[in-house]
């Protein structure tokens, strides 16, 4: 019993409190997104122009919520570079949560999670369907500069499958890499 009051003393004051102290302003940005699979192999390579609305978790879903937890929605277009030249879009929600007992001056940490919808221009043997869903997990930090600029870099594991709705699913596991900017 003392271990587990120990581990959410600790959680609560590493990760934030849930009270809500009002609405958070929604923020803005892009960046680049690049990725390269590993499963079935290391073969296919990609790269995405990224943007995307940071939401306060409250505002949207309405309900109470930790304070450092966001709702993000994001819209992915590139093309794949390896093996060769092919489309590849995406749409993707997922829940950002900032570690703010890890806040060190103009660095923050977060982690987020969510799923989305793919479409890629491309197949791996088996794979069934160009359209699957995609999902991820990860973290990142932001850094914000002196003048009010905030630039950000994260790393996720990326899953793309049909989830069973085709005979043949086949999917696709990679590391994907952002890097961009709040406007």
């Not at 003393?9 to 923020?27: D, E, K, M, N």
């Not at 690049?34 to 978790?57: C, H, M, R």
């Not at 060190?104 to 989305?116: N, V």
Request: charged share 15%; hydrophobic share 40%.
């Amino acid at each position: 019993m003392r271990h587990r009051i120990f581990f959410l003393v600790a959680f609560f004051l590493l990760f934030g409190s849930t009270t809500i102290y009002g609405q958070v302003p929604t923020r803005y940005g892009g960046g680049l997104t690049g990725g390269n699979s590993y499963d079935p192999s290391s073969e296919i390579t990609w790269v995405q122009g990224t943007a995307f609305a940071l939401f306060d978790y409250e505002t949207v879903w309405h309900h109470r919520a930790p304070d450092p937890l966001r709702f993000k929605v994001e819209a992915h277009a590139g093309v794949t570079v390896q093996p060769e030249t092919r489309i590849i879009t995406s749409a993707n929600i997922l829940a950002l949560y900032y570690l703010d007992g890890l806040v060190t001056g103009s660095w923050r940490i977060y982690m987020e999670a969510g799923i989305g919808i793919i479409y890629t221009d491309f197949m791996v043997e088996g794979q069934g369907l160009r359209i699957n869903f995609n999902p991820q997990a990860g973290m990142g930090v932001e850094y914000s500069t002196s003048n009010d600029i905030t630039w950000f870099a994260g790393l996720r594991a990326h899953h793309i499958s049909n989830g069973g709705l085709d005979d043949d699913n086949r999917g696709i596991n990679s590391v994907t890499f952002i890097l961009g900017r709040y406007w």
